[in-house]
Protein backbone atom coordinates (compact mmCIF):
# COMPACT_ATOMS: atom_id res chain seq x y z
CA UNK A 1 0.00 0.00 0.00
CA UNK A 2 1.21 3.40 -1.09
CA UNK A 3 1.75 6.21 1.64
CA UNK A 4 2.98 9.95 2.19
CA UNK A 5 3.23 10.54 5.58
CA UNK A 6 4.26 13.67 6.74
CA UNK A 7 4.89 14.84 10.17
CA UNK A 8 6.77 17.81 12.52
CA UNK A 9 4.30 20.33 11.96
CA UNK A 10 3.48 22.51 15.07
CA UNK A 11 3.48 25.59 17.10
CA UNK A 12 6.63 27.63 16.30
CA UNK A 13 7.71 31.71 17.34
CA UNK A 14 8.83 33.71 14.57
CA UNK A 15 12.19 33.71 14.59
CA UNK A 16 12.34 29.80 15.07
CA UNK A 17 13.05 26.63 13.29
CA UNK A 18 11.52 23.52 12.55
CA UNK A 19 12.38 20.55 10.48
CA UNK A 20 9.43 18.26 8.72
CA UNK A 21 9.94 14.35 7.55
CA UNK A 22 8.18 12.99 4.65
CA UNK A 23 8.01 9.37 5.23
CA UNK A 24 7.44 7.13 2.19
CA UNK A 25 6.24 3.27 1.97
CA UNK A 26 4.94 1.11 -0.65
CA UNK A 27 7.12 2.81 -3.09
CA UNK A 28 10.91 4.19 -3.01
CA UNK A 29 11.93 7.80 -3.08
CA UNK A 30 14.75 6.57 -5.32
CA UNK A 31 14.71 8.25 -9.13
CA UNK A 32 11.69 10.56 -8.01
CA UNK A 33 11.49 14.71 -7.65
CA UNK A 34 9.56 14.88 -4.10
CA UNK A 35 8.49 18.21 -3.43
CA UNK A 36 7.26 20.37 -0.42
CA UNK A 37 3.82 22.32 -0.89
CA UNK A 38 1.82 24.52 1.41
CA UNK A 39 -1.83 26.04 1.60
CA UNK A 40 -2.54 28.71 3.47
CA UNK A 41 -5.68 29.96 4.47
CA UNK A 42 -7.84 31.55 1.77
CA UNK A 43 -4.99 31.04 -0.58
CA UNK A 44 -3.57 27.99 -3.31
CA UNK A 45 -1.73 25.48 -2.68
CA UNK A 46 1.69 26.61 -3.68
CA UNK A 47 5.55 24.16 -4.86
CA UNK A 48 7.98 25.78 -2.84
CA UNK A 49 10.66 23.46 -2.65
CA UNK A 50 11.74 20.50 -4.31
CA UNK A 51 14.60 17.72 -4.72
CA UNK A 52 15.83 15.70 -7.11
CA UNK A 53 16.67 12.13 -5.54
CA UNK A 54 18.77 11.18 -8.29
CA UNK A 55 21.07 14.53 -8.67
CA UNK A 56 20.30 16.02 -5.56
CA UNK A 57 19.18 18.94 -7.21
CA UNK A 58 16.86 21.51 -5.52
CA UNK A 59 14.53 24.14 -7.01
CA UNK A 60 13.13 26.86 -4.02
CA UNK A 61 10.31 29.15 -4.48
CA UNK A 62 11.83 32.71 -3.64
CA UNK A 63 9.38 33.37 -0.49
CA UNK A 64 11.36 30.70 1.39
CA UNK A 65 15.12 30.77 -0.36
CA UNK A 66 17.58 30.88 1.91
CA UNK A 67 15.28 30.19 4.76
CA UNK A 68 14.09 26.29 4.12
CA UNK A 69 16.19 22.98 3.06
CA UNK A 70 15.47 20.37 1.04
CA UNK A 71 17.02 16.90 1.68
CA UNK A 72 16.46 12.93 1.07
CA UNK A 73 17.91 9.76 2.76
CA UNK A 74 17.27 7.12 0.30
CA UNK A 75 17.93 4.60 2.81
CA UNK A 76 15.52 5.79 4.97
CA UNK A 77 13.28 6.51 2.26
CA UNK A 78 11.94 9.19 3.75
CA UNK A 79 12.68 13.17 3.05
CA UNK A 80 12.98 16.25 4.84
CA UNK A 81 12.52 20.08 4.96
CA UNK A 82 14.44 22.13 7.57
CA UNK A 83 12.83 25.64 8.10
CA UNK A 84 14.85 28.29 9.61
CA UNK A 85 13.62 32.27 10.58
CA UNK A 86 10.29 30.82 10.20
CA UNK A 87 7.61 34.11 9.70
CA UNK A 88 4.00 34.27 10.35
CA UNK A 89 3.48 34.21 6.63
CA UNK A 90 4.56 30.51 6.92
CA UNK A 91 1.87 29.34 8.41
CA UNK A 92 0.00 26.02 6.15
CA UNK A 93 -0.49 23.24 5.95
CA UNK A 94 2.49 21.74 4.48
CA UNK A 95 2.48 18.73 1.85
CA UNK A 96 5.21 16.43 0.89
CA UNK A 97 4.56 14.86 -2.78
CA UNK A 98 6.60 12.45 -5.14
CA UNK A 99 6.79 12.40 -9.16
CA UNK A 100 6.55 9.27 -11.18
CA UNK A 101 10.25 7.81 -11.76
CA UNK A 102 11.67 10.01 -13.78
CA UNK A 103 15.77 10.53 -14.92
CA UNK A 104 18.32 11.85 -12.57
CA UNK A 105 18.30 15.85 -13.19
CA UNK A 106 16.00 19.00 -12.72
CA UNK A 107 13.82 18.34 -9.94
CA UNK A 108 10.19 19.23 -10.53
CA UNK A 109 7.79 21.63 -8.04
CA UNK A 110 4.79 21.81 -10.24
CA UNK A 111 1.49 19.62 -8.53
CA UNK A 112 0.70 18.28 -11.90
CA UNK A 113 3.70 16.11 -11.73
CA UNK A 114 3.41 14.61 -8.31
CA UNK A 115 1.49 11.39 -8.23
CA UNK A 116 1.57 10.49 -4.59
CA UNK A 117 0.95 12.71 -1.58
CA UNK A 118 0.72 13.17 2.09
CA UNK A 119 -2.31 14.10 3.67
CA UNK A 120 -0.03 17.67 5.49
CA UNK A 121 0.70 18.40 8.49
CA UNK A 122 0.20 22.01 10.15
CA UNK A 123 2.41 24.40 10.89
CA UNK A 124 1.82 27.52 12.66
CA UNK A 125 4.18 30.47 13.32
CA UNK A 126 2.91 32.86 15.96
CA UNK A 127 3.76 34.42 19.38
Known amino acids: QVRVVESGGGLVQPGGSMTLSCAASGFGLDYRSIGWFRQAPGKEREGISCIDSSSGNTDYALSVTGRFTASVHIANNSAYLQMSNLEPEDTAVYYC????????????????????WGEGTQVTVSS
Open 97 to 116: AASRPRLGGRCVRDSDDMIY
